[in-house]
């Protein structure tokens, strides 16, 4: 079964600092990943997706992130935080081929960013 | 792009009551949606799977008689919460897949927020 590890519960940042948000998964396979955010009380909005080619993917909102397949990893990334990315980050993976049902949220990443 | 919505956006309801919330798809037909359970400061947990015509099916743990869903149309799932008690009270989102090469790729409603007095 896959699953996926946020190490980081909380991160604050300095708005205009740059931003590494982690994600390492586990599947036997290449798995299909996803980054979404979710302001409070809000449901979940698609960042970014990879599901093959290259390996650098860009999302919305400024954010790319990277799949290494070696390291298991694809973390998130943007150049310079705004104060309106502070919000609850989930990356998460989705099983392929076969179904697909059962998408593996992580733990999420919660961004605080300070003036 | 797709869209979900769900229905109600909050709900307070009291202990031993019943409470029904609706996912809809507005501009697509979903033969599956998933409803996820998210309690406050945790991740999203798979709670069913809802198939259009058919049973759906519950992730282990899950009480399918306390947790009913029904799948009636291509456009819209229920979730009923039975017999309601306060340790339900959680935020619930349902999430549709789309379709051709978006299968993999889920589009969520903006979540419930069920509040059990």
């Known amino acids: 079964a896959q699953s996926v590890t946020q190490p980081d519960i909380h991160i604050t940042v300095s708005e205009g600092a740059s931003l590494e948000l982690r994600c390492n998964y586990s599947?036997?396979?290449?798995?299909?990943l996803f980054w979404y955010v979710q302001s409070p009380g809000q449901g979940l909005q698609l960042l970014l997706k990879y599901f093959s080619g290259d390996t650098l993917v860009q999302g919305i909102k400024g954010f790319e992130a990277e799949f290494k397949r070696s390291q298991s990893s694809f973390n998130l990334r943007k150049p310079s935080v705004h104060w309106s990315d502070a919000a609850e980050y989930f990356c998460a993976v989705a099983a392929r081929p076969g179904g697909y049902q059962k998408v593996t949220f992580g733990i999420g990443t919660k961004l605080q960013v300070i003036p | 792009g797709a869209v979900v919505s769900q229905h109600p956006s909050w709900v307070i309801c009291k202990s031993g009551t019943s409470v029904k919330i609706e996912c809809r798809s507005l501009?697509?037909?979903?033969?599956?949606m998933f409803w996820y359970r998210q309690f406050p400061k945790q991740s999203l947990m798979l709670m069913a799977t809802?198939?259009?015509?058919?049973?759906?099916?519950?992730e282990q743990g899950v009480e399918k008689d306390k947790f009913l869903i029904n799948h009636a149309s291509l456009t819209l799932s229920t979730l009923t919460v039975t017999s309601a008690h306060p340790e339900d009270s959680s935020f619930y989102i349902c999430s549709a897949p789309g379709g051709g090469s978006g299968m993999y790729e889920q589009y969520f409603g903006p979540g419930t927020r069920l509040t059990v007095t």
């Open positions: 809802s198939n259009e015509g058919s049973k759906a099916t519950y």
């Open positions: 501009d697509f037909q979903a033969t599956t």
């Open positions: 599947y036997g396979a290449t798995p299909y």
